[in-house]
């Protein structure tokens, strides 16, 4: 069975703050996918990252940072000076790299609020 | 690119209706899910096919739900006898063939329809 966790459930900070949104998982498989999905009030997931389970490199792109470490079984997105338009319900998921199983498995999701 | 579309975009019924949702999946994809979303929750895997072959079922797909993809393009959602526990947020993805570099895996969904059961 396949599991994640989002431990925070609100996050607020005040614009220009750095903030880290947490995730844990629990897989039994030694390959798998981890993602990042932002959810604005619009409702519609948009992707945002994406890395494989034998791919440990630590990945930036623009403001915005990940950390995945196996070892801790952790998957951490981190949002440097962060913006107003960063408002959103941010999602961590996991799937297999079986080709015959796809889900996704979500976690609960991290609500932020960026106050200007 | 257009994106995943979702028709309708809400729909309201009453307890009993039968109620039909659409998703078109981007051009090309031949892999195509849907999720349940309620609310404050993680989105829940329903079904996922791959063309026009239902290859996996969640054991949430009761019944009463029916998912099909007849041409491999578009697919249908249909709930018979809705609930009031039916009510949630329906949220379709869809992801490239195999072998394409460097996205393989990656679901792209759409804005969803919203679902409530009076």
């Known amino acids: 069975a396949q599991k994640v966790t989002q431990a925070q459930t609100e996050i607020s900070v005040v614009e220009k703050e750095d903030v880290t949104l947490d995730c844990v998982y629990e897989?039994?498989?030694?390959?798998?996918?981890l993602f990042w999905y932002k959810q604005p009030p619009s409702g519609e997931l948009v992707f945002l990252i994406r890395?494989?389970?034998?791919?440990?490199q630590n990945e930036i792109s623009g403001r915005y940072s990940w950390n995945f470490q196996k070892s801790t079984s952790s998957f951490n997105f981190t949002i440097t000076a962060s913006q107003v338009v960063d408002s959103a319900v941010y999602f961590c998921?996991?799937?297999?790299?079986?080709?015959?199983?796809?889900?996704?498995?979500f976690g609960s999701g991290t609500r932020l609020q960026v106050q200007p | 690119d257009t994106g995943v579309s979702q028709d309708p975009r809400h729909k309201i019924t009453k307890r009993g209706q039968n109620v039909t949702f659409r998703c078109d999946p981007i051009?090309?994809?031949?892999?195509l899910y849907w999720y349940r979303q309620t609310l404050g929750q993680g989105p829940e895997f329903l079904t996922y096919?791959?063309?026009?072959?239902?290859?996996?079922k969640s054991r949430l797909l009761s019944d009463r739900f029916s998912a099909e993809r007849p041409k491999g393009s578009f697919s249908t959602l249909e709930i018979q006898r809705t609930e009031q526990g039916d009510s949630a947020m329906y949220l379709c993805?869809?992801?490239?063939?195999?072998?394409?570099?460097?996205?393989?895996?990656?679901?792209?969904f759409g804005p969803g329809t919203r679902l409530l059961v009076l």
């Open positions: 051009s090309e994809h031949n892999r």
């Open positions: 890395r494989n389970s034998f791919d440990e």
């Open positions: 998921a996991l799937s297999f790299m079986d080709t015959g199983r796809r889900a996704l498995t």
């Open positions: 993805a869809s992801s490239p063939p195999v072998g394409l570099a460097g996205v393989q895996e990656t679901q792209y």
């Open positions: 096919f791959q063309n026009e072959a239902q290859l996996e």
């Open positions: 897989t039994r498989d030694t390959t798998y996918y």
